[in-house]
């Protein structure tokens, strides 16, 4: 079946880096990608939705230019999280949902980003 | 490790009819949370079921958290064109675990 895999799964990072992580589907084609964060015990929060060939759209009260978002093709959207301090450290988690156009559309969540800011 | 599955997979219901979606984990869960996603959107949060045996309810909506908090269940009463989605649990495992999701049932009401 269809897959979303996310990559890093976990990462470390100093106050101030930047780090990116992918999003990924791997045997469809999304044109819609969602980017969530999620912090211990509680619900996901969506942070944008990335569209292919456009500029995403995002939350309110989410930092467009701290929190990049490129979706450069039609399988993968890239998250950046940019100047990245203490209080950015999260679970990022991204779905993607496939319109197969001859069947019932359907979610795929990927496995999640842990991301730590020392 | 920790995985959530969820029974069934596809529901068609005409409207009116109750609605019942499954979510069972092959660990014990911390707490336990309900999203829903309408059809071309993102998913939605719910409700979140914490305590064993907790029953909560959302107007139509009934929520239960099992004994062994292993399972719960969603429970639709008099379902409503407005109802059609896919309902996705996500449960949380202990130590402060994020949340793993089930692969979510997909609800169609028929008018």
């Known amino acids: 079946g269809a897959v979303v895999s996310q990559h890093p799964s976990w990462v470390i990072c100093k106050s101030g880096t930047s780090v990116k992580i992918e999003c990924r589907s791997l045997?469809?084609?999304?044109?819609?990608m969602f980017w969530y964060r999620q912090f211990p015990k509680q619900s996901l929060m969506l942070m944008a939705t990335?569209?292919?060939?456009?500029?995403?759209?995002?939350e309110q009260g989410v930092e467009k230019d701290k929190f990049l978002i490129n979706h450069a093709s039609l399988t993968l959207s890239t998250l950046t999280v940019t100047s990245a301090h203490p209080e950015d450290s999260s679970f990022y988690i991204c779905?993607?949902?496939?319109?197969?156009?001859?069947?019932?559309?359907?979610?795929?969540f990927g496995p999640g980003t842990r991301l730590t800011v020392l | 490790g920790q995985q959530v599955m969820q029974i069934p997979q596809y529901q068609h219901v005409q409207e009116g009819e109750d609605f019942t979606t499954y979510c069972n984990s092959s660990?014990?869960?911390?707490?336990i949370q309900w999203y829903k996603q309408r059809p071309g959107g993102h998913p939605v949060f719910l409700i979140q079921?914490?305590?064993?045996?907790e029953v909560k309810k959302q107007k139509r909506l009934t929520f239960q958290f099992g004994e062994a908090k292993k399972n719960s269940s969603l429970h639709i009463t008099a379902t409503q064109t407005t109802d059609v989605g896919t309902y996705f649990c996500?449960?949380?495992?202990?130590?402060?675990?994020?949340?793993?999701f089930g692969p979510g049932t997909r609800l169609s009401v028929l008018p």
């Open positions: 779905s993607a949902p496939d319109y197969p156009g001859t069947g019932p559309d359907t979610q795929y």
């Open positions: 045997d469809f084609q999304a044109t819609t």
């Open positions: 990335s569209n292919e060939g456009s500029k995403a759209t995002y």
């Open positions: 660990t014990t869960l911390s707490n």
């Open positions: 079921l914490v305590k064993s045996g």
């Open positions: 996500a449960g949380g495992g202990n130590y402060g675990q994020n949340f793993v």
